[in-house]
């Protein structure tokens, strides 16, 4: 498939429920980062690499890209924990409010979805069983509950049944499974086949691996194959050529990123430009890097006060900045901004013709960690279709996948 025919691929593209999604590109949640004010700068980048879709009819539920919030737990949403709700704010823009949500008891996860359903307005609903945190899987959470096939289908079908009569699609994202003799996948993409649900979203890794090594895209191949539902490819994507080779060999009817977009939201516009079979923009330099920050900066203080929005975006510097030439002392200033003026004040020095440092292209971006043995409660290998187990202490407040 040349780079030709993924503006061909724009009269199928990918659909969700009755949500058409073109680009077929999703933001991965990932915690403290796809809060409203990231997920509005990547939808504005996105936008800016399709500029034929900026005032489409909403009547049509066209998406260009899905943005989906950070994780939420089932449990904390429907025993109304504050620090949970607080989460679920969406920008007044937003054509499509996506939320995935964390859960192992099917009685809270539908209840939940009924509320984001409900309560508040939410287009799509992802459910998440990626995390390969230990103290999420050493409980049976996680990435480890696919394992348990009934209690998989029981959860899956509580969300379908309980977003069916908003309208709402129903996804799930998942690993390759626990480790490379206990894989999962192909039984998660059966069930979720059979259940309803909407989409699978494969990350090409087991929870052994964490995010070390390579995502095995052949993986992703393997469930195309197995199921009729679309498929969106995870792992390792971390330009648009990446997403453009996955889709190529996987046959994949979309794209997550994760990692590659930290500090580079603009990697939602060179998505969008080159699934829409343009070539791929130029490299913004340090000064367009600079604007993007400030823009970040500014839509954090607008969601969360300047106190709050400030100290949220210090983590995204280093990000922003991998590979450019900023002296030190600015470096570590701009870590610790607590104002817009401070921010103006810091660049002001810099050179804004400083071109991107072409050599951090197409490198790991974030944690990767090593792998490691996974963390099960005991005998939870013995018996895959198992309905009865302790999760309690599975409900954590975590991210990942």
Known sequence: MGVRQFSDQRQGDLRIGDIRVDPPVVLAPMAGVTNAAFRTLCREQAL???PDTVGADPAERTATGLYVCEMITSRGLVEGDET????????????????QLYGVDPVYVGEA??????EYGVSHVDLNFGCPVPKVTRRGGGAALPWKRKLLAAILHA???????????VTMKTRMGIDADHLTFLDAGRIAQDVGCAAIALHGRTAAQHYSGAADWDAIAELVSHVDIPVLGNGDIWEASDAVAMVRRTGCAGVVIGRGCLGRPWLFRDLATTFGGEPEPTLPTLGEVVAMMRRHLHLLVHYMGEYRGSREFRKHVAWYLKGFSVPQPIRHNLGLVSSMEDFDALVAGLDPAQPFPRHTLGLPRGRQGSPRPVTLPHGWLDDQDGLTADLASAELDVSGG
């Open 84 to 99: 949970t709700r607080r989460m679920l704010v969406f920008d007044p823009a937003e054509p499509v409010r996506s939320v």
């Open 159 to 169: 969300a379908v049944a309980a977003a069916e009569p908003y309208g709402v699609p």
């Open 48 to 50: 800016a690499g399709r």
């Open 113 to 118: 979805t009924k509320i984001l359903c409900a």
